[in-house]
């Protein structure tokens, strides 16, 4: 997860790994145009809640020319129990060739640099945005329609279970049983099982999985959006990926709280429709009612994992990162949530009386 939001420049010399300085004194060297390649200029970027994220930029040997400048991103600790770093160069690699991102310019131990996209991140108000929602669903099916190299099985339960064992493992007593983590295996197992059994042939897509505002970016002048960060990308059901976007709708990472999250902005069923139907009919061609309907049930469905998956996300990352955010707050708000609305998707009682 990342939001960025500028803060004011210092000199971040000491602050950058000494290979990360390497790569980006090559890098300066290599255009030409840089008045110094050793003396750069650092701007932190607010809001990341798994990396340090940087502006980087050198004086232009031509008062003309506008500044170079790249992002660095230096990784999290601790934040290796949720993804394969190797997986995610790939995916990014990947997306840089197909055009889909930022370009990779180099990594290192633990980070990389990468190109600096002149564009705006979006925020928690943009979401709501009638035509911003709908430049969103279309980006998000050319995004699920990539090919992506490699298996193409669906890993949202894998993932599901893998962070339930590490939640497990690092939770205390106490909030083993205020999670009723010993009960979630076989909640996952009857999640997936409803899911598999109401879904039918649900089309499987690559996900991004983290469809929040901090990971969207749109030039004001094209229009264009670009999708960030892709960590937790991988093969699932394309309803999964748009039930974690509505669940984003109800956060807002700038704000004296940003663990807090509001339910009652979650998109209504208007708004949900209209998405499910900019995201399916991209040149505005009227649809066929069953598939619109049965995409927007089977998101519903979808929320209850992501609810599941960033509830164990907040209890683990409680433990390995030491950024200030109420990570235990936002994990109990998450399962909250889940046992809430269980009852209503699934049509079944929840297992704890979860406060």
């Known amino acids: 997860m990342v939001a960025v939001e500028m803060e004011a420049a210092f000199d971040g010399g000491s602050s950058i790994p000494p290979d990360a300085k390497k790569i980006l004194h090559d890098l300066a060297s290599s255009w030409g145009d840089v008045q110094d390649s050793k003396a750069i200029g650092v701007i932190p970027l607010k ?61 290192f131990h633990n980070g990389r640099v990468e190109e600096f996209i002149n564009a705006r991140t979006l ?39 893998s962070w339930l064992q590490s939640a497990k493992r690092l939770a205390s007593p106490e909030e083993t049983t205020e999670f009723f983590l010993d009960q979630l295996e076989d909640e996952i197992s009857h999640l997936e099982m409803e899911l598999e059994l109401t879904g039918g042939d649900q089309k499987v897509g690559f996900c991004h999985n983290d469809l929040q505002y901090g990971n969207l970016m749109m030039d ?39 663990h807090v999250l509001d339910f009652t902005k979650y998109p209504d069923l208007e708004e949900r429709r209209r ?20 995409l927007v049930e089977d998101v519903e469905k979808y929320t209850l994992a992501s609810h599941l998956l960033w509830g164990l996300w907040g ?41």
């Not at 002048?221 to 109800?250: G, K």
């Not at 209890?315 to 889940?338: L, T």
């Open 47 to 107: 809001g990341a809640m798994t990396n340090e994220v940087y502006q980087v930029y050198w004086p232009s040997s031509n008062h003309r020319a506008p500044q170079r400048k790249v992002l660095l991103r230096v990784y999290g600790e601790g934040v290796d129990v949720f993804f394969d770093r190797k997986d995610e160069i790939r995916t990014f690699e990947f997306m840089s060739r197909q055009g889909q991102g930022p370009q990779l310019l180099g990594f």
């Open 123 to 161: 925020s928690a108000a943009d979401l709501r945005d009638p035509e911003i929602s709908a430049l969103i669903a279309v980006k998000l099916k050319e995004f699920h329609d990539l090919d992506m190299p490699g298996q193409k099985d669906i890993l949202i339960w894998r993932r599901l279970r």
């Open 220 to 258: 004001e002048e094209t229009r264009l959006v670009t999708i960030i960060d892709y960590e937790y990308a991988s093969y699932n059901p394309i309803a999964y990926d748009l039930a974690n976007h509505f669940c984003e709708m109800a956060a807002d990472y700038h704000t004296e709280t940003p």
């Open 275 to 294: 998405f499910a139907q900019a995201y399916l009919s991209p040149a505005g061609e009227e649809l066929g009612g069953v598939d619109l309907d049965r």
């Open 315 to 355: 209890i683990i990352s409680k433990h390995v990162n030491d950024i200030d955010f109420d990570y235990g707050e936002y994990a109990r708000q998450r399962f909250r949530q889940y046992w809430a609305r269980k009852p209503a998707l699934l049509g079944s009682q929840p297992r704890g009386s979860f406060q």
